[in-house]
């Protein structure tokens, strides 16, 4: 079993920053890939940054230029370093991560942790 655990999330005023972290633990052979989605009130939830199993780094059209992801290999830590933050990007953010376990491969997802951007 694999579980991801995201923390940093919280109240900010726009323009303002945060940092998110994504700790992933168990039993773990390699990680392909992670990344970042996020889910607002009433919307589907959308891809925000991921690293891809090929070596890059893929960010949405929105947050690009403001929101930078980061990773710590030896922790199976990823980061998402949120500037200029906006209302619109208030949502619940995820992790995700594509997992090869001893058992085979296996997406998983974190519990999720809140932004909220608002004055």
């Known amino acids: 079993q694999v579980q991801l655990v995201e923390s940093g999330g919280g109240l900010v005023q726009p323009g303002g920053s945060l940092r998110l972290s994504c700790a992933a633990s168990g039993s773990i052979v390699s990680i392909n890939a992670m990344g970042w989605y996020r889910q607002a009130p009433g919307k589907e939830r959308e891809l925000v940054a991921a690293f891809t199993s090929g070596g890059s780094t893929n960010y949405a059209d929105s947050v690009k230029g403001r929101f930078t992801m980061s990773r710590d290999n030896a922790k199976n830590t990823v980061y998402l370093q949120m500037n200029s933050l906006k209302p619109e990007d208030t949502a619940v953010y995820y992790c995700?991560?594509?997992?090869?376990?001893?058992?085979?491969?296996?997406?998983?997802w974190g519990q999720g942790t809140q932004v909220t951007v608002s004055s």
């Open positions: 995700n991560a594509d997992v090869r376990t001893y058992r085979g491969i296996y997406y998983y």
